[in-house]
């Protein structure tokens, strides 16, 4: 409470804060987490109706870091893995769907690359490095393997992940294991055969890559990192926090909290010995006011993709048979939608026994003006889609709309700078961390990453304190 003196105030409880509050409470920490919604989890919900489990926020995570799986061993959680389909993605050419090719033989018989392309990407192997660090992915794609795989393979999957444009992002900070796989084998082709034959550790064979949930949806995994913290560490429906360096290398943290019942917040005074934010960009300066312009420069002009996610449910399917991971858009083929995943198809009890749970997610960095579309005109584009794409003239028997405005951020060329002022301020201002998604990684599984690697470095710089 207010005269007490917090190890850690954090800002934002989503899956970075909660991971992060998990282990400074294992560590005995005295945490407080300050949430300005009703509820923690974040982005990540949940929602069970008539028979459907639908996500509002992220579908799926992929199990691609040692921090995730003993997250959830920690947990007792198991992960949920698609037993079939989750490697069939298709991509939309020519209005049908074509799927994506996963290997060198595919990628020769298919129909989405031309056959100059083709040829490139044989020749891969023996293409010269490149020496731009800043160079975007579309350029790095070109100069690799030509321009139809960059239209049709990188362009898809980048509006998959980033809701973003490749001509932006900044390979070394978007993507920067494909990057190092360039910088240090010469070749992604040949990267990749090297790196399998790396001999892993008993826990690095556990990091699969598989596509994962959680049975019962993904804020299952919130839920228990709310258990494991203790929902008394938790303060939902806290506004306008504040922080500002105090006496004794303490932090003063200012905030409007609301109980459940009053219309109004009674304003608290706080203090910790380390605050962490873990909120995007744009939403830092407002938090920490201390900053200067050019300080709080790096993180006002962090973009971010602005997301519309339609989950539309269908008591009895009657479109085509759904055997997919999920199908993405390429922008040439000019559609309003980045494309649609089939939740169902990958996991028990998504949806109806003979029912379709599909989700339509739209707008991203390209198409931003789509955020602003009534609920109307998006209901309209999402069935028109599934309709023409799935080949169903069905209404869904559920549809719900959620809109982010600040969904991705966008790792471009501002990015080193923003990197740079994080140290320099993390140096500057000794227990104040930033994170979230501002670095290291935009993915559930990075977020948990850089949740265990922050607290270790709390936790060390709370004991180096305590002896000083
Ligand atoms: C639509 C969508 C789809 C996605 N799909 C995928 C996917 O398929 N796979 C995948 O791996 N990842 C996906 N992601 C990304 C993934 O969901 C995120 O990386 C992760 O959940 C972010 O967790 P976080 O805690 O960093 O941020 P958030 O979940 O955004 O949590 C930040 C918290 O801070 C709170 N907050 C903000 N401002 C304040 C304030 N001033 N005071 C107090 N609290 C504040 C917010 O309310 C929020 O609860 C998706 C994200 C979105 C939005």
């Known amino acids: 409470m207010e005269n007490e003196l917090y190890d850690s105030i954090l ?5 970075t804060g909660l991971t992060i509050a998990h282990y400074l409470r294992k560590s005995g920490l005295r945490v407080l987490l ?4 009703s509820v923690p989890g974040g982005v990540i919900q949940s929602h069970a109706e008539n028979e459907f489990i639908y996500e509002s926020g992220p579908n799926t995570g992929v199990i691609s870091s040692v921090e ?4 959830f061993h920690e947990l007792r959680l198991s992960f949920e893995v698609p037993q079939q389909f989750a490697n069939a993605r298709w991509i939309w050419r020519k209005n049908r769907w074509e799927p994506m090719p996963s290997g060198l033989i595919s990628a020769v018989t298919t129909p989405l690359f031309t056959l100059k392309d083709k040829f490139r990407i044989l020749g891969e192997p023996f293409r010269a490095k490149g020496t731009n660090p800043d160079e975007t992915l579309s350029e790095l794609v070109i100069r690799r393997m030509g321009k139809s795989f960059l239209e049709y393979a990188i362009d898809p ?6 809701a973003g444009d490749p001509s932006q992002l900044v390979t070394r900070y978007a993507m920067p294991k494909l990057y190092a796989l360039e910088q240090n084998y010469g070749s992604f082709i040949k990267g990749s055969i090297a790196k399998a034959r790396i001999p892993k550790t008993a826990e690095e064979k556990l990091v699969t890559k598989q596509v994962f949930s959680v049975n019962g949806g993904l804020s299952v995994l919130t839920d228990a990192l709310v258990h494991s913290v203790g929902s008394e560490a938790i303060w939902c429906n806290c506004s306008n926090p504040t922080v500002s360096p105090g006496a004794d290398d303490s932090y003063v943290v200012e905030v409007e909290r609301k109980s459940e019942e009053a219309t109004t917040g009674s304003l608290l005074k706080l203090r910790s010995r380390s605050v962490i934010t873990t909120v995007g960009g744009p939403l830092l300066p407002a938090i920490l006011p201390f900053l200067s312009p050019a300080e709080a420069e790096p993180f006002t002009t962090l973009r971010y993709a602005k997301v519309v996610q339609v989950a539309a449910g269908y008591t009895d399917w009657k479109g085509i048979p759904i055997k997919a991971f999920g199908g993405l858009v390429p922008t040439v083929e000019q559609k309003d939608i980045l494309g649609i995943l089939f939740p169902s198809a990958l996991f028990e009890n998504r949806a109806p026994e003979k029912g379709a749970l599909l989700s339509v997610f739209m707008g991203g960095i390209k198409r931003p003006e789509l955020y602003e579309y009534s609920d109307a005109q998006l209901k309209e584009i999402a069935v028109s889609h599934i309709n023409e794409m799935m080949q169903t003239g069905q209404q869904p028997d559920l549809l719900r709309i959620f809109r ?13 700078k923003r990197l740079h002022t994080i140290k320099e301020l993390q140096f500057r201002y000794p227990g104040l961390m930033l994170a979230g998604n501002i670095r290291d990684g935009i993915g559930m599984s990075d977020r948990v990453k850089q949740g265990a690697v922050i607290a270790g ?3 060390e710089y709370l004991n180096i304190k305590k002896f000083m």
Do not use: T
Request: charged share 15%.
């Open 457 to 459: 470095e709390v936790i």
């Open 404 to 416: 982010y405005p600040y969904a991705i951020p966008q790792y471009d060329a501002g990015s080193g």
């Open 11 to 15: 800002i934002g409880a989503g899956l």
């Open 157 to 162: 999957f980048i509006s998959g992940i980033y």
């Open 34 to 37: 300050l949430e300005k919604n």
């Open 68 to 71: 995730l799986v003993r997250l």
